[in-house]
Each structure stands twice: as structure tokens, then as C-alpha cells.
């Protein structure tokens, strides 16, 4: 009988440290997620500011109906919706702290 409570407590043991790993390791994961998910956000920003500011030389009088200037406008545009398909992903953390922030503000 004694020999079953050693097995027992090594067992516990071994699933207590593993279980620890494994926390670690999640949590080493959301924060990188998290990282991803800021500098996601911070691209796509200044990306659609670089296509709005790419649109704005393209309407110019000098410039307007240029092929390059419109390719490139349309392929920014293209890399824009292309990340924002992603959007899902990296606004999950902003989701669930714009829900705390309203309930903050409702308070």
C-alpha cells in the first residue's frame, strides 16, 4: 500500500511541473500575440495613411491620370483590405478592453 502512495505522489508531482510548463508556455504565447496584434494595428494604420496620402498625389493636378501613381494607389489599397481580412485576429485584444472601458465609463 505504501508503495502506491509514493506512485501516487510522484504522479501529482510530475503533473504539477508539467501543468506549470504549460502555463508558462501559454502565457509566453499571449504575449507575443499581444505584440503581433499592437504592431498589426500600428501597420495597417500608417499603411492606409500611406494610401491616402499616395490618393491625395494622385488627385493633384499634376499627377492626375499617371498609370504608376495609379497602380500604386490600387496596390496599397490591395495590401490594405488584404489585412484588414485579418482583422479578427489582432482586435481580439483590443475587443474585450474596449468592452471593459465602456462599462468603466458607465460607471
Not at 89 to 103: A, K, M, Q, S
Request: net charge negative.
Amino acid at each position: 500500500m505504501g508503495e502506491n502512495k509514493k506512485m501516487i505522489l510522484t504522479l501529482l508531482i510530475v503533473s504539477a511541473v508539467v501543468n506549470l510548463f504549460f502555463i508558462w508556455y501559454v502565457y509566453t504565447l499571449l504575449k507575443k500575440l499581444l505584440f503581433v496584434s499592437d504592431n498589426i494595428e500600428d501597420f495597417l494604420e500608417t499603411l492606409s495613411s500611406y494610401s491616402e496620402y499616395i490618393e491625395t498625389i494622385y488627385n493633384m493636378e499634376t499627377y492626375y491620370g499617371d498609370e504608376t501613381i495609379e497602380r500604386l494607389l490600387e496596390y496599397s489599397k490591395e495590401i490594405v483590405k488584404e489585412i484588414k481580412a485579418y482583422e479578427d485576429i489582432y482586435t481580439l485584444v483590443y475587443d474585450d478592453e474596449d468592452e471593459e472601458e465602456g462599462e468603466d465609463e458607465e460607471t
